[in-house]
């Protein structure tokens, strides 16, 4: 099993920067990478971005690409998303998923985080 405790989010103005930080306790063999999603009002939730622990292999939305960067802290069983240049559209809840990267892209596990909110205003 593993568990998953978001933080970091808040209410931001438009072109500002937030980080976001997932724990995670417990990794079974299924999971070789963490990744990021959000899920706005009325919206579906949608990939954003994802990290592998091993070789750090990155993939992005398209959307962040250039102003949101993911890392990883291996000892402390930690990833991060840096939110730079944010924008209203960046509003949402993210949240935290285990899963699995390679080389088709990421795949998002059933493991989720409880979400944390971003707001962005204008």
């Known amino acids: 099993q593993v568990q998953l405790v978001e933080s970091g989010g808040g209410l931001v103005q438009a072109g500002g920067s937030l980080r976001l930080s997932c724990a995670a306790s417990g990794r079974p063999f299924s999971v070789n990478a963490m990744g990021w999603f959000r899920q706005a009002p009325g919206k579906e939730r949608e990939f954003v971005a994802a990290?592998?622990?091993?070789?750090?292999?990155?993939y992005y939305a398209d959307s962040v690409k250039g102003r949101f960067t993911i890392s990883r802290d291996n000892a402390k069983n930690t990833v991060y998303l840096q939110m730079n240049s944010l924008k209203p559209e960046d509003t949402a809840v993210y949240y935290c998923?285990?899963?699995?990267?390679?080389?088709?892209?990421?795949?998002?596990?059933?493991?989720w985080g409880q979400g944390t909110q971003v707001t962005v205003s204008s």
């Open positions: 990290i592998t622990w091993s070789g750090g292999s990155t």
């Open positions: 998923n285990a899963g699995r990267g390679s080389s088709y892209g990421y795949t998002s596990s059933n493991y």
